[in-house]
């Protein structure tokens, strides 16, 4: 499975932007969905997730509130909608999934696959 994130680039503090996620595979009605983040110099952060079944999703603290997580099953495609952002939002963005849940969502090494990552920066 291959796991491809696209949308990032440069905005400033208060806009928005929606980071895609799409899959080599149909997984994304099945697997266990999510969004991390690295900023420069720091660990990587947990930002969302969105169960394969039921639509529960699930938000770090610092992003709660300000961004959405959606999936759209016939595009086999994640979303990140990002609003309100902040400098503090800039860093690079990397979706997940889980075949099986394993764990809790916001721990990294439970997530089978990732993507390459794209970098969102937010001008103050």
């Known amino acids: 499975v291959q796991l491809q994130a696209s949308g990032g680039g440069l905005v400033q503090a208060g806009g928005s932007l929606r980071l895609s996620c799409g899959a080599s595979?149909?997984?994304?009605?099945?697997?266990?969905m999510g969004w991390f983040r690295r900023a420069p110099g720091k660990e990587r952060e947990f930002v969302a997730a969105?169960?394969?079944?039921?639509?529960?999703?699930y938000y770090g603290g610092s992003v709660k509130g300000r961004f959405t997580i959606s999936r759209d099953n016939a595009k086999n495609t994640v979303y990140l909608q990002m609003s309100s952002l902040k400098p503090e939002d800039t860093a690079v963005y990397y979706c997940?999934?889980?075949?099986?849940?394993?764990?809790?969502?916001?721990?990294?090494?439970?997530?089978?696959?990732w993507g390459q990552g794209t970098l969102v920066t937010v001008s103050s």
């Open positions: 969105v169960r394969s079944s039921g639509g529960g999703t």
């Open positions: 595979e149909r997984i994304i009605n099945s697997y266990f």
């Open positions: 997940a999934a889980m075949r099986y849940y394993s764990g809790p969502y916001s721990y990294p090494n439970h997530y089978d696959y």
